[in-house]
């Protein structure tokens, strides 16, 4: 099991300490130190002002802000959670995918989601009801550019004749897939190297227009539908990683966060296939951020293989 959380800028207004490049420093730096093998950033370029006043957050560039931590770091892998790929030309994301894996010595991941926010959508020029269409052939195109030359495709909205772009990645970065639905679970399949589910019920699942995922019932439902359409396909489930948030134990941070219930939380969604879990770090001030990122380390990732062997993967 790895464990990997995305920079803590949760809210609007976000605290200014974590948006500058020493809080990310001092964040990247705490997680590398503390066991975490990813750290990510989300990636929202135009929200609106009633979302963020809903609930949404700020955010910073993901590939920017993943370039300059991995500037800080040494092995901690920069994970998005997510790029939103219809939000941009295929060939600038496999541009600063390339350039991020090369800087950081191929410890990039490329994490990838369709979007739900339709006026960030129409912010940026982009279809809202194509963003399907537009994610297979962005993952067609990321792929063919990352591992070939002269490049050649007929996108919906570009055509691309005789593309080489180099410099390319020793090794082509994974490609994770975010969503509940059949149709992320058919793009792991077909492009994909890991399985980016998140927890959602009721209000949130219909607001992010995904499929609800409120259970280890319905993950593990999930992760059996992923398994047969990967055997069918011919390919072996244990390559492709799963991501998924642990519950059980409170939230690292708050009061009542109990280490061990939390260790058997990760041995359960261990048991049903998760590789990777996504854990919440507070973001109300960097102090907070740093110190409980810490302790997490201290209480969970270093005494995973003590207390848990069992679990695949723990240090």
């Not at 803590?8 to 420093?25: F, T």
């Not at 319905?218 to 990967?230: F, K, M, N, V, Y």
């Amino acid at each position: 099991m790895k464990f990997a959380f995305t920079h803590p800028m949760h809210s609007h207004p976000y605290n200014p300490e974590l948006a500058g490049g020493a809080g990310v420093a001092a964040v990247a730096v705490a997680a590398e130190a503390a066991g975490f093998a990813g750290f990510g950033f989300t990636d929202h370029p135009a929200p609106t002002q009633k979302w963020l006043d809903a609930g949404g957050h700020d955010a910073l560039d993901p590939f920017v802000a993943m370039g300059f931590a991995a500037a800080h770091t040494t092995t901690l892998r920069l994970i998005p959670n997510v790029v939103v790929l219809p939000y941009r030309n295929p060939f600038v994301v496999a541009k600063a995918g390339a350039t991020l894996d090369l800087l950081s010595g191929g410890r990039f991941t490329l994490a990838v989601g369709v979007g739900y926010l339709k006026r960030e959508f129409a912010a940026l020029g982009v279809d809202f009801d194509e963003r399907g269409t537009l994610v297979e052939e962005a993952l067609q195109v990321i792929r063919a550019v990352w591992t070939g030359d002269d490049i050649s495709f007929q996108g919906r909205h570009f055509t691309a004749a005789g593309i080489t772009a180099h410099p390319r990645p020793a090794v082509a970065p994974p490609i994770w897939v975010g969503g509940n639905t059949a149709a992320a679970r058919r793009r792991v399949v077909e492009h994909g190297d890991g399985w980016c589910p998140f927890p959602a019920a009721g209000v949130l699942a219909r607001t992010a227009r995904t499929d609800p995922m409120d259970s280890l019932t319905t993950l593990g439902a999930g992760i059996e539908d992923l398994r047969r359409r990967l055997e069918d396909a011919g390919r072996d489930p244990s390559t492709v990683d799963i991501t998924f948030s642990n519950a059980t134990g409170g939230t690292p941070g708050e009061p009542g966060f109990d280490a061990a219930a939390y260790l058997d939380g990760v041995a359960r969604l261990a048991d049903i296939g998760v590789t990777w879990i996504q854990v919440q770090v507070p973001g109300d001030s960097l102090a907070r951020a740093t110190d409980v990122i810490g302790h997490f380390g201290e209480q969970v990732i270093a005494e995973c293989g003590l207390t848990s062997p069992s679990i695949p993967g723990c240090p």
